[in-house]
């Protein structure tokens, strides 16, 4: 089970084992908090022990022993005797239940689901549900998450158990919302997801432009989902979204770090594999019914892959697609967007004009000043182009675009003196 190293592969499978286990356990015992931590131990004992002594033969059940024992521990200490006595014999499962839930992969996949709605409960704040669902459902640890989102771990951990608090407190059970409630809520655990892509694609702040651990967790966790909700198209198409959008990954940045724009990418860097996958997707899931935000998103980063380079990219088809966007699901982002789109059609000053009307509830974005700057750059406006890229650099917390944009500047400085 190991690879050369011994690591990679240990943690690929513990990420993988511990919302199963998880699942199991709280399905059978309801106590989020308690359980969550019993998992944690768990799977903290794993990495310790199974470099040594191997990956046992049924690795989940050795984990959702390990737990089991370290939630009646945690019940022992805290409970009056009988109390204790009592829940721990309701510990044990019913004869013939263990071996038939540890290998029941569809039990698994049915409760990792149920743990993916648990952790998107929307009693919780968005970056609660972010948080909980990198922990309970993504496998990471407190540190990788405060890594991710450059908080102390401390921060991190006071977050995830607010988390599982507020979980508490709204009295959420253990089991799929109802087929309604599911239909709603699933929109919250997309969301959820692709803020976690998003983050780690366009990191919003720090040394790093992307982190591709959470990157690869949202695609991860998003493709886990669309194998068990394959009649859920927007899951499709937010699966095809994140494959088109990070196969450009490679291309986005030189080695020294500086932000290359989609138009001076290399081309010969994207990566074709991850692009026939998500174009195979879409073509599965658009055009079935009436497409969602996160197909018509997924069809515009189709139109861009299907480019052979800047210059032949279908600006047409992709403003196009924007206005059916807005119509669907309108926001200052989407209207943004679609101004990029205006200008390569109709010209910059067109788009300008489009956003006049986006002051005020994206003045504190840096993307809308560093638009507007690329929008004069066009027409010519150098010295306006400049300093919007100048407040767009003092904006951004990123300290990889911040360099981007001061360079863009200095050079229109030069320019225009």
Known sequence: MAGPSGEPILEDLLRALAPQVLGVLVRRHGQFAECEDAVQEALLEA?????????????KAWLLTVATRRLVDHWRSES??????????????????????????????EDTLTLLFLCCHPALSAPSQLALTLRAVGGLTTA???????????????????????????????????TGER????????HVLYLIFNEGYAAGSGPSMQLEDLTAEA???TRLLWGLLPGELEVGGLLALMLLTDARRRARSLPDGMLVPLAEQDRGL???????????LLSTVLGVGRPGPYQLQAAIAAVHAEAASADQTDWPQILALY???????????????????????????AALELLDGLDVELKRWHRLDAVRGHLL?????????????????KMTGSLQERQFLLVKAAKLGQLST
Request: aromatic fraction near 4%.
């Open 47 to 59: 990495a310790l022990q199974w470099p040594a002594s191997g990956v046992p033969d049924s690795p």
């Open 80 to 109: 009056a005797r009988q109390a204790r006595e009592e829940r721990a014999a309701a510990l044990e499962p019913p004869p013939g239940e263990e071996s038939s839930s540890v290998g029941d992969a569809d039990g698994f996949a």
């Open 144 to 178: 990788e998450i405060a890594s991710a989102f450059l908080v102390p771990e401390s921060t991190m951990g006071q977050r995830i158990s607010r988390a599982k608090q507020g979980i508490k407190k709204a009295g959420a059970h253990f089991g799929l919302p109802k």
């Open 183 to 190: 239909k709603a809520r699933l929109g919250v655990v997309l």
């Open 219 to 221: 695609i991860r966790l």
């Open 270 to 280: 994207w990566d074709t594999a991850q692009i026939a996958e998500g174009l195979e």
């Open 323 to 349: 206005k059916v966007l807005e119509a669907m699901a309108p926001s200052p982002v989407v209207t943004l967007n679609r101004a990029v789109a205006v200008a390569m059609v109709e010209g910059p000053r």
């Open 377 to 393: 750059e066009m027409s010519g406006e150098l010295a306006g182009a400049r300093e919007c890229f100048l407040a767009a650099a």
